[in-house]
């Protein structure tokens, strides 16, 4: 098992990196890693629920979707 740590510094300004925060934590968390998200500058507002609703990347679900997968599979989002 490994200890990943995902970065975020994309928010609503280029929704596709945004989501792939969240998509490949989830992945790993899924496939028995330990994940851990931290969020800096413009990905840091992700964490308001109209901006993470609104921010929906291409091919994937919107961000506040991922981000309750995140928190189910009880992976730790530092900001």
């Known amino acids: ?3 990943l ?3 975020g510094t ?5 929704p596709t990196k945004a989501a792939l925060v969240f998509v490949g934590a989830n992945g790993a968390a899924e496939a028995g890693h330990e994940a851990e ?5 413009e ?3 992700l ?3 109209e901006v993470a609703a609104s921010t929906i990347g291409s ?3 919107s961000v506040k ?3 309750a997968t995140t928190i189910a599979n009880g992976t730790p989002i530092n900001i």
């Open 5 to 7: 740590l995902y970065m």
């Open 43 to 45: 990905a840091v507002y």
């Open 47 to 49: 964490m308001k629920d």
């Open 59 to 61: 091919g994937f679900p």
């Open 65 to 67: 979707e991922l981000m």
């Open 37 to 41: 998200i931290t969020l800096l500058g």
């Open 1 to 3: 098992m490994a200890k």
């Open 10 to 14: 994309n928010g609503s300004n280029d």
